[in-house]
């Protein structure tokens, strides 16, 4: 049994699948999908659906999925409706209106049902998955050891929004000794993250100009051990040089497919 994450899809329902065929995952593995299943691309709703049906699968709360619940609790609050469609949601709107009532209403409810994070262990690793990342300031000094408890205090909108103050600055999770747990997020694109990271272990954009993950924060105070990995590359903010990584946990393995015209 092997332990995938994947993130920030944003509607590429043709790159998920040829990204999904290529993995074949066993009935035995594990995947957890960070959220930003919609908005930008041309099949949110299939995408929706597909990640909703897929086996031994969790899905996590993005700030993509917030903006479309908000808009669809107050639909005639003309903030909710600016707030979706400047961050690409006319699509997806679309796409759900096309749906049955009662289909769109079942489809709402399971994204409102979404978790914004889990705790996994994997090998002796703990990651915390998690759509954007923590405030790592407003973590308890042992937060380590009551990691659970943490992030339940967490401001919940800073789960699936917050850059500074996370990308900027290390988590204090991970001791000298390079223990603790690692945190996996998506939302900032790496060729943004990259801009605000503390520490990078390499550039954002590989030799062929496209999106690759990055650790962040391996300094002598974390034993050299990354306390962050960005898995944003880009597939719904820069599809020029956007791919959809896939990246096994047991063994940081990664595994992309790149957007192509069409997608």
Partial sequence: ??????????????????????????????????????????????VLKLCRSLPNTTVLLGNHEGLM????????????????????????????????????????????????????????RTYILVHAGVMSASLPEDARDHIEEALSVQD????????????????????????GPIIVAGHTPTVLAETMADVADRPALNEDG????LSLGATEKTGMVADRLVIDCGAG????????LLLRLDDRKELYEDVLDGD
């Fill in 210 to 213: 496209r999106c690759q993950m």
């Fill in 156 to 179: 919940p909108d800073d789960l699936i929004w917050v850059r500074e103050g996370y990308l900027d600055c290390p988590t204090g999770l991970v001791d000298e000794k390079g223990q």
């Fill in 1 to 46: 049994m092997s332990t995938y994450v994947l993130s920030d899809i944003h509607g590429r329902m043709k790159t998920l699948e040829r990204l999904l065929e290529r993995a074949s995952l066993t009935e035995d593995d594990e995947l957890y999908i960070l959220g930003d299943m919609v908005d930008r691309g041309p099949d949110s709703v299939g």
């Fill in 69 to 124: 619940l908000d808009f669809y609790a107050h639909p005639n609050n003309a903030m909710a409706i600016l707030n979706w469609v400047i961050n690409g949601g006319a699509a997806t709107a679309k796409g759900l209106e096309a749906l049955e009532a009662e289909e769109r209403q079942d489809l709402l409810d399971w994204v409102r049902s979404l978790r914004r994070w889990v705790v996994k262990t994997v090998g002796e």
């Fill in 237 to 244: 903010s820069v599809p020029e040089h956007g791919r959809l």
